[in-house]
Every structure is written in structure tokens, then in C-alpha cells.
């Protein structure tokens, strides 16, 4: 295409970030600043009897102290993901009711940070204690509602096509077996933080991590009973977000209530521990998968039954189910996915919600149809593609999972495979190598943002729209230097507040497939209107008429094509891991990802997008486990010393190739978002390696050493 899209650009933030320049949420200075610190439930299920705040009120330093008593006005928002949505339907402190622990039944707000939290602790509460539901094994399971499924419709999950039964009691090769997956926690570096900070009695400015700035301001002027434009949101850095950081949750819902009545500016920060029942998490999952296959290898059914939990105060489906119509062709296909209520804090998106956990079910009952028939792991994935997404009935519209799949197959050496387990060693481990295939649907929303140009030679892009550290303000400064001619320094980008155009959601790896098009409408907008064909001759133009700027904002958005092509990216991991037996540890010790995201945009931070996702993989596949206490339903891993996520001496090389072409049916660039496809079959590849170096199949993540050990 050019110069600039596509080759290596480093991080227009990059500078930032490693100065500490960068400013987070919870780091602004403000005036008068004075703090919150959440009190929490210490049971999880039943009601408050008695809450009593006169030691807390007394504590030094103590300027409020809120409860269900006395709860700030927040009132009821639309909540329907189109002008607003909250994480949790139930309004923070809104009745006397606890639905699980770590539930927040108070705010005690104080002068500095350690006197809040000193006398949050002095804050008797008296329970009426009933037994909560926090063990899978004794909820009870219902069908699961429709869920925001691809191009973030309402999706039925359950569905069937053709007869599996019969199918499966005929086929040459089967597999059944059930495959689980913990419940894992949001990690981010930067907790969750916010400051909120009323100029006003009707007028609001909020600095808090979102990754959906626009949708965030509509949502806070319905919280807090206010016009939008009276609401601000700034949120130009955010330290890692995965999903859990889209809508405001209960905590910041408060904090910003509470600050109009404390008339200061308010800040509250969540502790890791408290992150844990409060900022959500991902669901646990049982997922029974049953593949039926004909003697060559091809599926004849598929049926995929998934379990997932939600809490009483919101419905979450871990949508397990969406990625099994796309994967492979089956004529006779079963989806179920049934939901259970627990007193657990609400689950939500966290990085490739659904297809992550169900790439690990599907991908690891295809390495076990694989050694049943027998067949090459690849080969079995080459014979069964799909054209056309199953259950959309449409095309692909640009689809290169086979070069994927050979491509890695090449790179990695797969045709020395020995087709044995325990055949491989190396330096007296068991050497395993698996693969599996990855896949994301490609999303977009509408976008507008707004170019300027300055007679100082520099073009400035502005748009709501955010960066959480994918690299968004790199693409989108890629995307103007193309369209403008111009080098990628001249380029200032200036995003998340919400005082610019709707930039829309970071969310769903669609922020580059949304912002980059509505970037280059701009840009060519701009030089229309300047009349010129280069950014260089509009800053002449400039010079020489002493006018101020030329500005132009423009706005794009999916149109039908939607109605002609299923749009989706693929991908195949490969690995090599070591496996000794005797102390029960398993080593991933290489890795190759082959990617076909349509266009690349920028080379560089592409590929720490899908490194990013196999090192979150690994965490997720050898060590992320939360765990509930079955009597208190309190969490009893819930920081960043107990709850365990893969760093660096866990990682091995990761080599990261891109094949494909532009998808150009989707948007202007040909690009589809790549955020989180590099997690999908993760935990699949190594769990298959795994049965490569030692015989042995694990069905339950994590695979930690107590499982390893013989
Ligand atoms: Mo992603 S889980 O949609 O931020």
C-alpha cells in the first residue's frame, strides 16, 4: 500500500511510558483532593442487620462516610450498550442485600488515602448469614440468554443443525471428553482507579481508565442525572485493560455520586484485593465437546455443551459456543450453553471472552481426534476448513487459515514430528510439541475523529477513542502520515477525552478497524479542504496566507457488507515444551504464532499484540487460578503474589509471522483487529504438547505441577 502502513513504527507513547511521563488516572493532581476507600462484605451471601459508622465518623481525618443508609442520589442508566451500560445492573449500595463477598457496603471518604482506609476498617457491619453458592458442582444450570455475540448482536447461544446423535453413533472415529477452565482474574499493571472532580453542582470531569470514552460519558451523564456534554472523561493512558475496564463498575459509579455531595474532588482506588469480587473476572467453564469424524478424517458432528457462571446481581455468558460454527464444516452441529447463578462478583469480558476458553475445549478434542483416527493435527484442521461461517451462512470474506496452518508447520519444523508420545527428549527432559489453530471475528463500529493542520509543519489527529496500550496512537499517527505524506513524527495524536469526536470502543480488538478508516476520511478531508494533494503544500498554503489551521472531521462506519461476508482472522500456535516428570514441571520453550489478520498497520506493535496474547496463554495455561472459599465465598487468592500470572522467565522466544491479504470487503485499510486472537488456542497448543512429550491428556486448566507428576 505505501510507505509507512505496515512497515515497523515504534510506539508514539513509548517515550512516555518508560519516563513515567505518561499519566494514569489515579496519578492526576488535583487540588483539595481528598480519598475513598471501599469497606467490602465479608460474607456472600444474605443482608445487612445492622451497619454502624460512629466509630469511623469520629476516626481523624473522616469527612463521610457512606452506606445503604445514606447513599448518594445515582440514578437508574438505560443500560442497553447503545447510549450506556454498567458492568453490574444492581447500583452500588442500593438496598441492604449482599450478593457476594467482597460486595462494597460502604465509602468511607478522608483526607489522605491512609485515614480513609484506617477507618473503613473501624466500620462494624452485622450480617444476616445465609450459605452462598460457590461451588460449580452445586449451582443450578438454566439455558444461557442470547449474548453480544459477533458484530456485537444478540446471539442465541444454543442451537442445532442436522442430527449429532445419529451422526455420532455412526461415526468411524469419536471423541468425548469434558475440559474445564478456572476462574481467572483480571490483572492489569494499573488498578482500577478514578477521580472524580465536580467543577461544578452540574458539571463533572472524571479521570478514569475506559475503553469506551464516548459510551462512558453518556453513561455517567445517566448515573449521575446530568447532560452529556456536563460530563468529561479523560483517559489518555490506560495501564492494561483486557475487557474489564469498558463500563463504569460500582466503585466508580459511587466515587463520582459521592464526590458532587463532598463537594471536593474525590479519588478512590481498588485494591488488588478487593479488584478481585469488584472489577470482574473470567468465568470458570465445563465444556463437554463430542466430534464425530469418517474414516479420512472428516467431521461428520460436533456438539459443544458449555457451563459458565454469572452472579445475581447481572447476567455474563462466557460465550464458548461462538467459536465453533466458524472453525470447521460439520453437517450436524449442537451448541448448548447453560448458565448458572452464583454468589460470585459479575464476570465480564476478559481478552477473546468465549473464544479463548472454547478454543481450549475444541482445539484439544481436535489433538484428540487427531491421535484416535490417526491423522497429523494439521492435516485433520486442513480437512475440515470451512468456506462459509456455519451458522451466518456466509462467506468468509478473506480467509487464510490453510497458510496459516502451513506456514507455521513450515517455520516450525513440524514434518520432524515423531508421531509417538514420549519419542522426544532433550538434556534428560521429555520433549512435546503441539499446535492448534486461533481465530477472532473481526469487528468495527463507527469512528469519527478530526485532523488539523498548523502552519508549524505539524498535523494533529484528535479522537475520543483510546489507546490502552496496544498501541493505538502508533496506528492511528501510521495511518496520517500515509494519508497526509507526511513522516510518522510530524504526526500528533491526541486521544481520550471525551471532549473529541466519538473515537468508539476499544473493545473486541476493533479500536484499529473502527479509528484507522475515520483517520484517513479526515485527512483526506482536510487536504480537499485546503486544497492541496500533500500535507507539505497545505503548510505552504498556510505560511503564506496566515491562516490558522485547516480543520476537517470526518466519520466512518461499517455499511452493509456485513450482509454479504462473515468477517473473521485466523491463526495456528505452535510449541515446544520440556516435561519433567519427576518434579511435576512443564517449560515452554518455543514458540511460533502464524497470524492472517488481513493488512497489517504497523509491523511492530502487531506482533506484541499476538506475543502479548501467548504469554497471557501461558499464564492461563499453567498457573491463573482464583479460588472462592466453598464456606465464606470470600476470595482467598487475590493479588499479585497469590494469584499467579507468567512472567518473564516463563517465556520463551516467540516468533510472530503475518500471511493473508488485505481484507478489503471489511473496511478502506484491509485491517481487522488482532488484540486478541493471540490468546486463542494458547492453553490448547501446550495442553497437546503436552500429550506429545508424556501420553498424558489434562483436561483441566491450569496444568500446574500436582498434575504433572507421576
Ligand atoms: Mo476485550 S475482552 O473486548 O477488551
Known amino acids: 500500500m505505501s510507505q509507512v502502513i505496515g512497515a515497523a513504527v515504534s510506539r508514539k507513547d513509548g517515550w512516555a511510558k518508560v519516563m513515567g511521563a505518561a499519566t494514569y488516572a489515579a496519578e492526576h493532581q488535583l487540588p483539595e483532593l481528598i480519598h475513598g476507600y471501599l469497606v467490602t462484605s465479608a460474607i456472600a451471601n444474605g443482608r445487612i442487620k445492622a451497619i454502624d459508622t460512629r466509630e469511623a465518623e469520629k476516626s481523624p481525618g473522616v469527612l463521610a462516610v457512606f452506606t445503604h443508609k445514606n447513599a448518594p442520589k445515582i440514578f437508574q442508566p438505560a443500560n442497553n450498550f ?19 463477598g467482597g460486595q462494597i457496603v460502604g465509602l468511607v471518604v478522608a483526607d489522605t488515602f491512609e485515614r480513609a482506609r484506617e477507618a473503613a476498617d473501624l466500620v462494624k457491619v452485622d450480617y444476616e448469614v445465609q450459605p452462598p453458592i460457590v461451588d460449580g458442582e452445586k449451582a443450578i444450570y438454566k439455558e444461557a440468554p442470547p449474548w453480544f455475540g459477533e458484530s456485537m448482536t444478540f446471539e442465541k447461544s444454543s442451537t442445532s443443525a442436522g442430527d449429532v446423535d445419529a451422526a455420532l453413533s455412526n461415526a468411524a472415529t469419536k471423541v468425548e471428553a469434558t475440559y474445564t477452565t478456572s476462574m481467572e482474574l483480571h490483572a492489569p499493571m494499573e488498578p482500577h482507579g ?105 467431521l461428520t458432528a460436533i456438539a459443544h455443551e458449555v457451563k459458565s457462571a454469572t452472579s445475581p446481581v447481572d447476567i455474563f455468558v462466557e460465550p464458548c459456543t461462538s467459536v465453533t460454527p466458524v472453525m470447521y464444516a460439520a453437517p450436524n452441529l449442537r451448541l448448548k450453553q447453560d448458565l448458572a447463578v452464583m454468589n460470585v462478583g459479575t464476570p465480564t469480558f476478559m481478552r477473546a471472552p468465549g473464544e479463548n476458553p472454547g478454543m481450549w475445549a475444541l482445539e484439544s478434542a481436535m489433538d484428540e481426534l487427531a491421535w484416535a483416527l490417526p491423522l497429523d493435527p494439521v492435516e ?106 507526511l513522516p510518522v513524527e510530524q504526526i500528533q495524536v491526541e486521544m481520550g477525552d471525551s471532549r ?85 514441571r512443564l517449560r515452554v520453550t518455543r514458540w511460533v504464532s502464524v497470524m492472517d489478520v488481513g493488512q497489517v498497520l504497523n509491523a511492530k506493535t502487531a506482533a506484541s499484540q499476538v506475543r502479548g496474547g501467548a504469554i497471557m496463554g501461558i499464564g492461563q495455561a499453567l498457573m491463573e487460578e482464583a479460588h472462592l472459599d466453598p464456606n465464606q465465598g470470600y476470595p482467598v487468592v487475590y493479588d499479585l503474589a497469590t494469584y499467579h500470572v507468567a512472567a518473564h522467565a516463563d517465556i520463551p522466544r516467540i516468533d510472530v509471522t503475518f500471511v493473508g491479504e488485505p481484507d478489503l470487503n471489511f473496511n478502506p485499510m484491509g485491517a481487522r483487529g488482532l488484540g486478541e486472537i493471540g490468546i486463542t488456542g494458547v492453553a490448547a497448543a501446550i495442553a497437546n504438547a503436552l500429550y506429545h512429550a508424556t501420553g498424558k ?14
Not at 493512558?237 to 474489564?244: L, P, Q, R, S
Not at 470458570?284 to 478424517?297: C, F, N, W, Y
Not at 473486541?508 to 476520511?521: D, H, I, R
Open 697 to 710: 491428556r489434562l483436561r483441566e486448566l491450569p496444568i500446574t505441577p500436582d498434575k504433572l507428576i507421576v
Open 82 to 100: 447503545v447510549n450506556s451500560r454498567i458492568y453490574e445492573a444492581r447500583l452500588p449500595l442500593a438496598d441492604d442485600r449482599i450478593h457476594y
Open 500 to 584: 473529541l469526536p466519538d473515537g468508539g470502543l476499544a473493545g473486541g480488538s476493533q479500536m484499529t478497524a473502527t479509528l484507522t478508516p475515520a483517520v484517513m476520511a479526515a485527512c483526506q478531508e482536510v487536504l480537499k479542504i485546503a486544497r492541496v494533494s500533500t500535507a507539505q503544500q497545505a503548510f505552504e498554503s498556510l505560511r503564506r496566507s496566515g491562516r490558522a489551521a485547516f480543520e476537517a472531521t470526518a466519520s466512518a462506519a461499517p455499511g452493509q457488507e456485513g450482509k454479504k461476508f462473515a468477517f473473521q482472522s485466523w491463526g495456528a500456535p505452535f510449541c515446544d515444551v520440556t516435561v519433567d516428570e519427576e518434579i511435576g
Open 194 to 298: 478514578i477521580i472524580a472532580h465536580w467543577s461544578t453542582a452540574d458539571s463533572v470531569t472524571i479521570y478514569e481508565p475506559s475503553q469506551w470514552v464516548s459510551g462512558s460519558q453518556r453513561t455517567y451523564a445517566e448515573l449521575l442525572g446530568l447532560p452529556s456534554e456536563r460530563v468529561r472523561i479523560v483517559t489518555p493512558y490506560i495501564g492494561g485493560a483486557f475487557g474489564c475496564k469498558v463500563f463504569p463498575w460500582p466503585h466508580a459509579i459511587l466515587c463520582a455520586a459521592a464526590a458532587k455531595e463532598v463537594r471536593r474532588p474525590l479519588k478512590v482506588v481498588v485494591s488488588r484485593k478487593q479488584m478481585t469480587a469488584n472489577t470482574g473476572h473470567r468465568s470458570p467453564t465445563e465444556q463437554v465437546i463430542r466430534l464425530g469424524a469418517s474414516a479420512d478424517g472428516k
Open 380 to 485: 485433520l484442521r486442513l480437512r475440515n476448513e470451512t468456506r462459509e461461517h456455519q451458522r451466518q451462512g456466509l462467506p468468509f470474506s478473506t480467509k487464510h487459515f490453510a497458510d496459516c496452518l502451513k506456514v507455521g508447520a513450515e517455520q516450525f519444523g513440524w514434518q520432524q514430528r515423531p508421531s509417538q508420545p514420549r519419542s522426544l527428549t532433550r538434556d534428560g527432559l521429555l520433549v512435546g510439541w503441539g499446535m492448534a489453530a486461533a481465530t477472532f471475528p473481526g469487528l468495527r463500529g463507527k469512528a469519527s475523529v478530526k485532523v488539523r493542520l498548523l502552519p508549524d509543519g505539524t498535523a494533529h489527529v484528535l479522537s475520543a477513542g483510546n489507546d490502552m496500550g496496544t498501541g493505538a496512537y502508533t496506528v492511528v499517527a501510521a495511518t496520517a502520515a500515509e494519508a497526509l505524506g
